[in-house]
C-alpha cells in the first residue's frame, strides 16, 4: 500500500506500465496523472524517471471532474502536450462507481483509510481480466474530453517566434507558478498581457497572437491590459499611425525594476489583482 501527495500516488499507480488505464472521478487524481505523465517529457525531468517515454496512458473520468481538473491552466496544457505526443487520453463519462489503474496484468485500487488517499495493488488473473473487458468497454463507449486551449508547447514557442526574449519571460512566469486558475484576477490571459508589458509589445500584436493560437481573444486581451492599467501595474504609450486609431504601446509602470523575471512578473500581478 502506498501513500502520499496525488502526483506521488499517480505515479506509484503508473509505474512500470508501458500502456495504462486510469479510472478516477477525483479532479486531484486527474491532476496527478497529468502531473506524472507530464513531468517524463519537460526538459527538466529527472534523468531516470518512473514512467517510460513510451508509456501511453488512457485516463477516464466524469465530465465533471475533468473540467474541475483542467480547470488550472498549468494541467491543462500539461494535458493537451501529453495529448500531441500520443501519451495521454482523456475520455468522459457521465458516473464512475470505482477509481483504480488497470495496467500489466494488475489492478491497483485508488482507496482512502482514514481519510488519506492510498493505492492498493493486486494481481489476481481472473479479477485483472474482467476488470480490463469491463473498462476497456466503457472506455470504448466513452466521449473524448474537448481541450480548448493550446498546449503549453505551442504557446510558448508560438510566443517565441514573435519574441524571443519575451517567450523566456513567460516559460520563466509559468514554471515559477504552482497554479494559474483559468478564470479570476490573475488568469493565464492576463499573464500573457504583463509578460507583454515587460517587453514593451503593442496590444495589437498579443491580440492577434492570442486569437492565433486559440488562447483567448482580441477584447479579452484588452480587458486585460484595462485591468493591469487600473492597478498601476501597467501603462500604455500612444504610437500615432499614419492613417487610423492610434496603436498602444504596453509598459511596465511604475520605478520599480524595469526587468523583472518571470517569477517576479508573477509575484506583481497576483499581489496586486489577488490580495
Avoid at 508501458?18 to 478516477?24: I, S, Y
Avoid at 470505482?98 to 488473473?125: F, K, M, P, Q, Y
Avoid at 492599467?229 to 500612444?238: A, I, P, Q
Wanted: charge should be negative.
Amino acid at each position: 500500500m502506498t501513500t502520499g501527495s496525488p502526483s506521488a500516488l499517480a505515479d506509484r499507480a503508473l509505474t512500470p506500465a508501458a500502456d495504462a488505464l486510469v479510472v478516477d472521478s477525483s479532479p486531484t487524481f486527474v491532476r496527478g496523472v497529468v502531473d506524472a505523465v507530464a513531468d517524463d517529457v519537460r526538459p527538466d525531468a529527472d534523468a531516470s524517471p518512473s514512467t517510460s517515454s513510451e508509456q501511453r496512458v488512457r485516463l477516464l473520468c466524469t465530465e465533471e471532474s475533468a473540467d474541475a481538473a483542467f480547470a488550472d491552466f498549468l494541467t491543462v496544457t500539461a494535458a493537451v502536450d501529453a495529448g500531441s505526443t500520443g501519451r495521454l487520453a482523456v475520455r468522459t463519462v457521465p458516473t464512475l462507481d470505482a477509481s483504480l489503474t488497470i495496467a500489466d496484468g494488475t489492478v491497483r485500487a485508488h482507496v482512502s483509510v482514514d481519510g488519506e488517499a492510498t493505492v492498493c495493488a493486486g494481481d489476481d488473473e481472473t479479477l485483472c481480466a474482467v476488470a480490463e473487458d469491463a473498462y476497456d468497454e466503457r472506455w470504448r463507449d466513452a466521449d473524448p474530453y474537448a481541450f480548448d486551449v493550446p498546449g503549453r508547447t505551442t504557446l510558448v514557442e508560438s510566443f517565441a517566434d514573435r519574441w524571443p526574449d519575451g517567450a523566456e519571460t513567460l516559460a520563466d512566469l509559468l514554471g515559477a507558478a504552482d497554479t494559474l486558475p483559468r478564470t479570476g484576477a490573475f488568469d493565464p490571459v492576463t499573464a500573457c498581457t504583463l509578460v507583454g508589458a515587460r517587453h514593451e509589445l503593442l496590444t495589437m500584436h498579443i491580440g492577434e497572437w492570442a486569437e492565433e493560437i486559440g488562447l483567448s481573444s482580441r477584447t479579452e486581451i484588452a480587458r486585460s491590459k484595462s485591468r493591469l492599467v487600473e492597478t498601476g501595474l501597467v501603462e500604455t504609450e500612444r504610437e500615432p499611425v499614419g492613417v487610423g486609431r492610434p496603436r498602444h504601446r504596453l509598459v511596465l509602470a511604475g520605478d520599480g525594476n524595469p526587468e523583472p523575471t518571470g517569477a517576479e512578473l508573477l509575484a506583481l500581478g497576483r499581489s496586486a489583482l489577488c490580495e
